[in-house]
């Protein structure tokens, strides 16, 4: 079992930056990548951003592209999210997850574990 916990959401006016973190714990061992997914109200959980737990594999959407860096500290367990020049569309809450095996990593259906999700919100 995975256990996630994030933080680092909050709010910051456009053109702004945060960074969000994800703790993971149990059994880390496990892990094949992370992710990072945003929910808005009234829309559909989005992929963001995916990063292999071992290798330097990364994967943005269009979206983050540019503007968005994931990476990760295996030491600690622990996969960031850079966000920078923020615009309001960015607003959203965000989600860190977890994924054990090889499959789709763009996709919420593909991650195993999830945590409790961090609330960004951008100003104009």
């Known amino acids: 079992q995975v256990q996630l916990v994030e933080s680092g959401g909050g709010l910051v006016q456009a053109g702004g930056s945060l960074r969000l973190s994800c703790a993971a714990s149990?059994?880390?061992?496990?892990?094949?990548?992370m992710g990072w997914f945003r929910q808005a109200p009234g829309k559909e959980r989005e992929f963001v951003a995916n990063i292999r737990w071992s290798g330097d594999s990364t994967y943005y959407s269009n979206s983050a592209k540019g503007r968005f860096t994931i990476s990760r500290d295996n030491a600690k367990n622990t996969v960031y999210l850079q966000m920078n020049s923020l615009k309001p569309e960015d607003t959203a809450v965000y989600y860190c997850?977890?994924?054990?095996?090889?499959?789709?990593?763009?996709?919420?259906?593909?991650?195993?574990?999830w945590g409790q999700g961090t609330q960004v919100t951008v100003s104009d």
């Open positions: 997850a977890a994924r054990l095996g090889v499959g789709p990593l763009a996709t919420p259906r593909g991650y195993d574990y």
């Open positions: 149990g059994r880390t061992f496990s892990i094949y990548a």
